[in-house]
């Protein structure tokens, strides 16, 4: 799927993050578990997700694992190799690679995209860019 066909697709769903799992982790193949964690207080909360299996981790504290990490600094995660993070928190033992998008509204982080890959290395600068673009659309509906 093309970058601007998905943005278009979630940006006129009327539910835009629970489209947004679905368009992504349907329409591009490296994209294995797509994931949109909501911050409640001193937690990441899993909201809609979608991928092959259901992940343990509902609950993250901001701070601990990848997706803490994001949500703590604001700044955008890229791990090529989740087997090498020491803050990484496995969900699925397929997962090779992992990148977590902070989504900010009024300048706090309110939730974030979390999207594992079964592909070492997945993510390039270009799955950055348009996942960021993806965060600023999600971010008045987190
Ligand atoms: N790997 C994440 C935890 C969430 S699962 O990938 C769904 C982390 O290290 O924070």
Same mark, same amino acid.
């Given at each position: ?7 278009? $697709? !979630? ?7 629970? $489209?947004?799992?679905?368009? #992504? ?6 994209? /294995?578990?797509?994931? !949109?964690? *909501?911050?409640?207080?001193?937690? #990441?909360? *899993? ?22 990490? $994001? ?25 090779? /690679?992992? +990148?977590?998008?902070? !989504? ?8 974030? +995209?979390? !999207? ?14 348009? #996942?960021?673009?993806?965060?600023? *659309? *999600? $971010?008045?509906?987190?």
């Amino acid at each position: 799927m093309k970058h601007d066909e998905a943005l278009e $697709a !979630i940006g006129s769903a009327d539910d835009p993050l629970a $489209a947004s799992v679905q368009v #992504l982790q349907a329409g591009f193949e490296h994209y /294995s578990w797509v994931g !949109i964690y *909501l911050v409640e207080g001193g937690d #990441l909360v *899993l909201g809609p997700s979608q991928g092959p299996e259901a992940t343990e981790h509902v609950r993250i504290p901001v701070g601990q694992g990848v997706c803490g990490a $994001a949500a703590a600094s604001g700044r955008t995660e890229i791990v090529d190799d989740v087997n090498a993070d020491p803050r990484y928190l496995a969900c699925f033992p397929s997962t090779r /690679s992992e +990148i977590v998008v902070p !989504i900010a509204h009024e300048g706090r982080v309110v939730g974030e +995209i979390d !999207i594992d890959s079964d592909r070492p290395a997945a993510f390039a600068k270009e799955d950055r860019a348009f #996942l960021e673009r993806v965060a600023d *659309l *999600l $971010a008045p509906y987190c």
